[in-house]
Each structure stands twice: as C-alpha cells, then as structure tokens.
C-alpha cells in the first residue's frame, strides 16, 4: 500500500557565508508523484530479504569510515561506480552524514538536513560516543549500502543503540531497512536536530546582488518531499521505495508532448529538453526562457520549431540541421532584411535624407525651448532618486524584518505566489561540516583512501 504524506511547512532562515543560501518550500506533495513507497511489518518476510547483510559481502568493497565513525556531526563524499537515478537525476556523487541520512546536492553547505537529502532516520546521532558505533558503507557495482551501525543519541544516550541502513540501487530503487530501533521515532527529539524519515530534492538558483561585488546570493527551492509515516519504524522493518517516470527520461518532442505519465511534460527547444520546469534544470529553464516557447500537447512540435528557428526573417527553409537549431537559438537580435553590409538603394538615400530633415527640426525646436527642458530634465531626476532611496529603505526593512507585515504581503503576492517562508537560525537544523577525504587511521578504524 502506498503512505500518503500530511503536508507541512518549514521555516527557513539565511546563512552568513561566501554565498548567502535562502532555503524555500515550493510544494509539498502527499500523493508520491515521484515515488511509490510500501512498508514491510516485522512478521513481513520481505523485511528480512530487504535487510543487507554486510558481514557477508566481499570484505574488499566494504569500507569502515574512520572520521565519520568517530566524530559527530559531519559528512563525507562518497563516489558511486554507477549512475544513481534521484528524483530523475542521474548522481555520481553522494554525501554520507554521521547524523543518519545521505545528502544528495551538487552544493555543499551547513545545513545539510534542510532539503536534498535521502534519510532512512535523521537523527542527532553521535558515533564518537561509542567505540561500537561505525558508518559502514559498500558499493558492488549496482548497489550502494550505507549502514549506521551501533550509534547512540547524543543528547539521549541512555535510549541505546540504533542500526539501520540505506540501499541505493542503480535501477533508482531505495530501501530503508532497520535492525534496531529501542524506541518510537516519533519520541526522539528534535530540539537539537531534526528527526525525518524520507526524501527530498530542491534546486539552486544564484542571483548577483549588486550593492555587494564579488557575492552572490544562492537560493534553494524545495521541490518535492515524501514523509515516511515515523510510527512504522521499529525493529525488523523495512521501507521500499520505486521512483516512478519523470519528463527527464524523454529525449525528443513528439515523445515529451505525448508522454502519458502524471506530470505535464512541457519540450523546450533551446535546451533540447523535456521538463516541467521544476527540477535541478530549473535556473537554466528559466534562463533559457523555456516557459515562453515550450511545445505541449496544444503545440505541436513541426510548429514550434518553425515559429523559433526563424521568429525574425521573411523566408523559411524547408528542413534545417541540428547545427541551425543551436546557432540561431544563440541569437540575441533580430536579423533585418537589410544587412548594414548591402549596397545602399535609392529608398535608403531618402530615409536618409528624411531623417537628417526631422533631426534639423528637432534642434531648432530644441534650441527654442532649452528652460522648459531642463526644468523637466531636473524634476524627473529628483523623482527617479525619490523612488530609489525608498525602494532602498524598504528593502532593508523588509530584510531585516522578515516577519513584518510588509514582508509577508510581498511575499504572497510575488508573480510566482510560491509559499515561502525564511529559516530562522537556531530552529533545530545544525551546522555539518565536510571531511576532507584524507587516508587515516583513528582509533583502530581505517578510513578508505577516496570516498
């Protein structure tokens, strides 16, 4: 049976870095539209099938990580021998996470268990409190195991030991399986570090911000969530999640407008590409300006092509090559039936001379009214430093007031009227820290050479 999800919102806040990263809730989705889950109870033999046993995998591809075993709160890259399909999104590289949860982003920032995130038990989980406690992980080629093996609450060490694992398989299958749960998630706190049971994925927008040279401000758009029902988590029991087919899988126009699956596949011709706008492409869709030439089930795709490879010029060729479709798509300008090269005509002279006639006019006219103009000239530059100043003035309001009355009017009535909210500093998402991937040996644990 599928888990349906209950929606919720996140409140979200800036981070002081190099890049200023906003976090937003664009949709929060309870039907599954990327992935079907189903959940196996203790007595469900597919439970004991879907729990991968490591003691008996090749001792070769099994890996101990030293640093993460042994420190809290921190994560380490880990290269994949295989493409791993997320979301649509084919990942060669993943983040491991001591605190119970695998970071998908390309960018890597402090607040890792905000979004993008594949999390069979996010918790507030310390591995250095214990000798027993490893991150172990193993990749056989289709398949990469991620378990948490032993680890103990920091701030509720007495509950005992968790083990649970994450298997990421090529075909874009996710299981969660759980070995030892002492106690209903829904009971651990979240005070310190949030608790989550699913997955997530967002994309990344960068804006420069003028008044600051050199930084650039980085926002990131939560664009699908599936929440896993926490009361099901116990011992022996085991999630299974199937991703279902997105617009990405598509690679030419007739097979993206016709395509029958729950989104509305949209082909964009500058890109090559078949989307909804709403994934990790999604800066370069909009961008691209996609929205406004996309072919959908009413556009078919001879047309569309048509109106965009010459939207300017008087004749049109009968069949172009893919090499046309790029140069023109490059073009900023429009193309004039008179190049600037050709040969001036006897219309030419005259336009030329017309235009000399109209310029004589408007000097004259321009000499006879000189006071008026200048008048004009400097009310128009107080008002245009008027509305500056005070557009100035509200925006640092509204920047350091986002809570305010005005902020949230603009925000719900922004052209996308998406539900966003800042994240506030200190409300349950730590700071991670990056390992770099240095071969050590910390307290009788090895860590591999390259993660």
Not at 249 to 268: E, G
Request: glycine share 4%; with cysteine.
């Amino acid at each position: 049976w599928v888990i349906w999800l209950a929606a919720k919102l996140k409140i979200l806040d800036t981070h002081p870095m190099y890049y200023l990263i906003f976090f937003f809730i664009l949709q929060e989705d309870t039907d599954h539209n990327y992935y079907t889950s189903k959940t196996y109870g203790p007595s469900d033999p597919m439970s004991k099938d879907l729990w991968v046993n490591i003691d008996q995998m090749d001792k070769d591809k099994v890996k101990i990580h030293g640093i993460l075993s042994n420190t809290h709160r921190q994560a380490a890259r880990v290269n994949l021998s295989f493409d791993f399909p997320f979301y649509g999104h084919y990942l060669r590289e993943i983040t491991v996470a001591t605190g119970g949860f695998i970071y998908t982003g390309d960018v890597v920032h402090r607040m890792l268990t905000a979004t993008q995130y594949i999390a069979p038990l996010m918790a507030n989980f310390d591995p250095s409190l214990s000798r027993n406690s490893t991150v172990i992980y193993s990749d056989n080629g289709t398949a990469l195991v991620v378990q948490w093996d032993h680890v103990h609450l920091q701030d509720n060490y007495s509950l005992g030991s968790f083990t649970f694992q994450a298997t990421l398989h090529k075909t874009g299958r996710i299981v969660f399986a759980y070995k030892e749960i002492p106690v209903e998630v829904s009971q651990i706190s979240s005070v310190n570090h949030p608790v989550k049971v699913g997955l997530s994925d967002a994309f990344v927008l960068v804006h420069k911000i003028q008044q600051i040279p050199n930084v650039r401000r980085r926002t990131i758009y939560e664009y699908h969530r599936v929440e896993l029902t926490k009361t099901k988590i116990t011992n022996s029991t085991a999630v299974e999640m199937m991703p279902l087919p997105t617009c990405l899988q598509f690679t030419s126009c007739s097979s993206c407008i016709s395509s029958q699956i729950s989104f509305n596949c949209s082909w964009c011709h500058r890109l090559n590409r078949c989307s909804t706008g709403f994934d990790r492409h999604h800066q370069d869709w909009m961008d691209s300006s996609c929205p406004d030439e996309v072919s959908t089930k009413d556009k078919m795709c001879d047309i569309a092509d048509t109106t965009y490879l010459y939207p300017f010029t008087t004749t049109v060729a009968a069949k172009t090559t893919p090499k046309g479709k790029e140069a023109t798509a490059g073009r900023e300008t429009p193309s004039t039936s008179h190049p600037p090269t050709s040969v001036p005509t006897e219309d030419d002279t005259k336009i030329a001379l017309h235009l000399r006639d109209n310029q004589a006019d408007s000097a004259v006219d321009r000499v006879k009214g000189t006071h008026p103009l200048h008048t004009g000239l400097i009310l128009g530059i107080l008002l245009v430093m008027l509305i500056m100043i005070a557009g100035v003035l509200i925006t640092v309001y509204i920047y350091h007031h986002p809570t305010s009355a005005a902020s949230l009017f603009l925000i719900e009535r922004r052209p996308s009227r998406w539900p966003a909210m800042k994240f506030r500093r200190g409300s349950g998402h730590p700071a991670y820290a990056e390992v770099e991937p240095v071969g050590q040996e910390k307290e009788g644990f090895i860590e591999s050479e390259q993660c």
